[in-house]
Structure formats: C-alpha cells, structure tokens
C-alpha cells in the first residue's frame, strides 16, 4: 500500500528558508498529480502547491507565489517544496498528497504531517 512520509518541518526565523520531502513507500508515484496542502490552528486547510506528474505543470497559493516552489524526482518517488523568505503566517502543519483531481481537490493519499513553525 503507497504511503507518503513528510519531513524537514521545523523551526526558522522569518526570512529563513526549509525544505520538505515527502518519500513514498510502498509503491510508485507514478502519474500521480501531487499536492502539498496546509493547516494552522483555527484555520481551514488550504492548497500550497500542486505538481502534475511529468512537472510540466506547476500551481501554487497566491500567498507563497515567488517564495516556494514545488519539485519532484519521480525515480526517488520523492515530492519536495522548497520554502524561501517564509513569514509568520506561513506557520502551519504541512501535510502531502497524492492523486489531486484539480486545485483544492485532494486526492485520498495523505502524509501525517510536518510541523513548519517561523518565529523571531
């Protein structure tokens, strides 16, 4: 069964860059369309970025256009979001998934999470 693994949360001061991995075991990538999404406390989940499978694509949030920017290595089966100049708001738990139908449509394959935390 394909799992996703997230990793490289944590913290960073305004201004300060992370980047996240998400691994998949237990299969393939594939043409799966992938997704980062976020969620901070009291807030509903949104979007970050999506990649379509062969990255000719690429779709992000207007709040982190120009400062993050999402990859994939489909022979690491690996998804990765770069976060540069992050800001306060950015704070959230970042979550990944799999099989996105279109923007803000989630597929079923989600990570656990990884807590991104930017404070002074």
């Known amino acids: 069964q394909l799992q996703l693994v997230e990793s490289g949360g944590g913290s960073v001061q305004p201004g300060g860059s992370l980047t996240l991995s998400c691994a998949a075991s237990g299969g393939t990538l594939g043409r799966l369309p992938m997704a980062w999404f976020r969620q901070s406390p009291g807030k509903d989940r949104e979007l970050v970025a999506r990649?379509?499978?062969?990255?000719?694509?690429?779709n992000y949030h207007d709040s982190v256009k120009g400062r993050f920017t999402i990859s994939r290595d489909n022979a690491k089966n690996t998804v990765y979001l770069q976060m540069d100049n992050l800001r306060r708001e950015d704070t959230a738990v970042y979550y990944c998934?799999?099989?996105?139908?279109?923007?803000?449509?989630?597929?079923?394959?989600w990570g656990r999470g990884t807590q991104v935390t930017v404070s002074a």
């Open positions: 998934n799999g099989g996105s139908s279109g923007w803000d449509k989630p597929g079923d394959l």
């Open positions: 990649i379509t499978w062969e990255s000719g694509r690429k």
